[in-house]
């Protein structure tokens, strides 16, 4: 009887030994990891406080996981201050130049030397007159607003055209938009509108 007690009593201590060590937790709950510095000789230790402490002649250390936040880094520079300036002009007129040459539609002139992204949009929207062609012109030079070459872009009587054309400009630059009439059999000279913008930009890549 007192053999079967005593291995009983065992079984119960290691089973809670194993039961005890499952539980253990480093770091702790809170992403702490604790040791135990000996002074005498330098030797660390890490524990689990579960389970035990540090003995005498040691002292107490811990660790945290996560670092904590630094403080936050000095301002950046200020940026330099952006130079885009924009420009814009709208017209309407009869158009009643044949395609030979065109007529001044719609322009801005007296601007600045820069770059500069330029759209131009006439609408030909006097329903049953003439189809009209047109350029762009930057003091007084035809514009190329295609990759193909051309000079001129075509508006068909009730649609709008739209091209765009980056330039170098000089100072006192103008923007023109001119149009001539194509003749029909039965149209007649159409009102035509246009409008004209100019973007001056810091660069273009």
């Known amino acids: 009887m007192t053999t079967f007690r005593i291995f009983t009593v065992l079984m119960l201590a290691a089973g809670l030994s194993i039961c005890v060590t499952a539980n253990a937790a480093i770091p702790d709950a809170a992403g702490i990891i604790h040791g135990c510095y000996n002074s005498t000789n330098g030797t660390q230790r890490i524990i ?62 007296g601007l600045p030397a820069g770059t500069y992204l330029v759209w131009a949009t006439v609408s030909d929207m006097d329903f049953g007159q003439d189809d009209v062609s047109c350029d762009l012109r930057e003091n007084g030079t035809v514009i190329q607003v ?55 930009i810091d660069t273009l890549n």
Do not use: M
């Not at 402490?53 to 811990?62: D, F, H, L, V, Y």
């Not at 330039?167 to 938009?177: E, G, L, R, Y």
């Not at 029909?184 to 001056?200: C, D, E, Q, T």
């Open 48 to 109: 689990d406080t579960a389970l035990e402490s540090c003995k005498n002649g040691e002292t107490a250390i811990q660790w945290n996981q996560v670092g904590t936040q630094g403080p936050p880094g000095p301002r950046g520079p200020q940026g330099v201050a952006g130079t885009s300036q924009a420009y814009t002009a709208d017209n309407s007129h009869v158009i009643d130049t044949k395609l030979a040459a065109t007529q001044d539609l719609v322009g801005l002139s």
């Open 146 to 200: 295609d990759d193909l070459g051309q000079s001129h872009f075509t508006v068909d009587n009730g649609t709008s055209t739209t091209v765009v054309a980056a330039v170098a400009a000089p100072a006192n630059t103008s923007f023109i938009v001119g149009c001539g009439r194509a003749e029909g059999i039965f149209g007649g000279p159409p009102v035509v509108s246009g409008r004209v913008i100019a973007l001056k």
